[in-house]
Nanobody, 117 residues
């Protein structure tokens, strides 16, 4: 069993930046895919960034060039650096973990990000 705890959400003005953190309850160095998803009211949950144990990252076009996912193994923490934020980035952001080769996905509790002037 693995617990994920997100932090770092809040209210920010358009064009601003936030960094989200996701602390994992145990160290994971390889054989995983971790990601950040978001869900806005009335919309489906969508992937905004993912990273593998080998360091391969993936972003949808909507956030490419603005968001950066990274993992600090020493702190067992996943990050999402979000720059040039837009009102449409407003959502609850969730951290996820899949331990390969299993299909089960662990989720954090979510953290609210609101982009508004």
């Amino acid at each position: 069993q693995v617990q994920l705890v997100e932090s770092g959400g809040g209210l920010v003005q358009p064009g601003g930046s936030l960094r989200l953190s996701c602390a994992t309850s145990r160290s994971i160095f390889s054989g995983y895919v971790m990601g950040w998803y978001r869900q806005a009211p009335g919309k489906q949950r969508e992937l905004v960034a993912s990273i593998t144990g080998g360091g391969t990252t993936n972003y949808p076009d909507s956030v490419k060039g603005r968001f950066t996912i990274s993992k600090e193994n020493a702190k067992s923490t996943l990050y999402l650096q979000m720059n040039s934020l837009k009102p449409e980035d407003t959502a609850v952001y969730y951290c996820s973990l899949k331990l390969l080769p299993y299909e089960y996905i662990y989720w954090g509790q979510g953290t609210q990000v609101t982009v508004s002037s």
